[in-house]
C-alpha cells in the first residue's frame, strides 16, 4: 500500500515555478513532520524543507526566500512551492512524513530545471 503519494514534478525553465503536492494515506496517524528532500544525481538525499504539526519549518540555506512549505493538517497533505528555480534544484524530490509510530517516505518525483 502506498503511504504518501507525490504529484507535480517535470521540467521548467530556469526562473520558472513549480509546485509538489503530497499526500498521506488515512491509515497514517499523528504525523508529527512533513517535509520534501531532494536528491541529485550521484549524490546523497538532502533535506530540502521540512514542517511540523505546529507550523515550525525549515529550510536548506539553497532554497530560503525561494521555496514556500505549507501543509493541511486535516487532510494530511503537504505542498511545496518552488520559484525563482535554479539548474542546481534538480533532482528526484521525495515526500518525507515522521509519524509517532513509524517515517515513511514517497516514491519521488523528477524535477528538472534546465538553463
Known amino acids: 500500500q502506498v503511504q504518501l503519494v507525490e504529484s507535480g514534478g517535470g521540467s521548467v525553465q530556469a526562473g520558472g515555478s513549480l509546485r509538489l503536492s503530497c499526500a498521506a494515506a488515512r491509515n497514517i496517524f499523528s504525523i508529527i513532520t512533513l517535509a520534501w528532500y531532494r536528491q541529485a544525481p550521484g549524490k546523497q538525499r538532502d533535506l530540502v524543507a521540512s514542517?511540523?504539526?505546529?507550523?515550525?519549518?525549515d529550510y536548506a540555506d539553497s532554497v530560503k526566500g525561494r521555496f514556500t512549505i505549507s501543509r493541511d493538517n486535516a487532510k494530511n497533505t503537504v505542498s511545496l512551492e518552488m520559484n525563482s528555480m535554479k539548474p542546481e534544484d534538480t533532482g528526484v524530490y521525495y515526500c518525507?512524513?515522521?509519524?509517532?509510530?513509524?517515517?515513511?517516505w514517497g516514491q519521488g518525483t523528477q524535477v528538472t530545471v534546465s538553463s
Open positions: 518525507y512524513a515522521r509519524a509517532l509510530a513509524a517515517t515513511y
Open positions: 514542517i511540523t504539526t505546529s507550523g515550525s519549518f
